[in-house]
């Protein structure tokens, strides 16, 4: 891996799905998937990045959960699972990670303005944006990602709960 691009000293965790529906409903199938990509793949990508992290001396991690890693909701028994399963991960990455100058935080986005969570076609479809203040515009999550992966090595924001002004959702 790091002999082509050199040695990772960032990884941001982002990928989520779901299976929406009542916990008595779930399959045990569609369970899996949802703990194989919110939970097991962020495990075996720092599993793969942390030797090369600790080689170099240091690296940021960063694990976008979701609020639903913070409350659970009903509907979304996967989800909100998985989602506190990242934040106990992240805790005892952080603390494996520190003495090797490795920092590991967890991210809590409220409503994101993407297509999440739109489980009917015509949501999908809907081309006028949702006002930032109900909505967050993924590229300013992404700068607030940016700023903490760039942030001076002896400063780690271990949590973050990054929501709009009026989320309905949260706290």
């Known amino acids: 891996m790091s002999s082509e691009i050199g040695a990772p000293r960032v990884l941001v965790n982002a990928a989520a799905t ?3 529906g009542p916990a008595e409903d779930l399959a045990v199938e569609d369970w899996e998937r949802v703990v194989r990509v919110n939970l097991t793949a962020p495990f075996l990508l720092a599993k793969l990045a942390f030797p090369y992290m600790r080689q170099a001396g240091g690296g940021t991690i960063v694990n976008v959960a979701s609020v639903a890693g913070r409350r659970g909701w009903p509907n979304a028994t996967a989800y909100c699972a998985t989602k506190f399963g ?5 805790q005892a990455l952080a603390a494996e990670g520190a003495p090797h100058g490795i920092r590991v935080m967890s991210m809590y986005p409220g409503s ?4 999440w969570g739109s489980f009917e076609p015509s949501d999908r479809m809907r081309r006028e944006p949702r006002p930032a203040e109900e909505s967050l515009p993924a590229r300013e999550v992404a700068d607030y990602i940016a700023w903490l992966v760039t942030a001076p090595d002896h400063l780690v ?3 973050a709960v990054v929501a709009p002004i009026r989320e309905r959702g949260w706290p």
Request: negative net charge.
């Open 157 to 159: 924001v271990t949590e």
């Open 86 to 90: 990242l934040t106990g991960l992240t």
């Open 18 to 20: 779901d299976a929406p």
């Open 112 to 115: 994101m303005a993407t297509h």
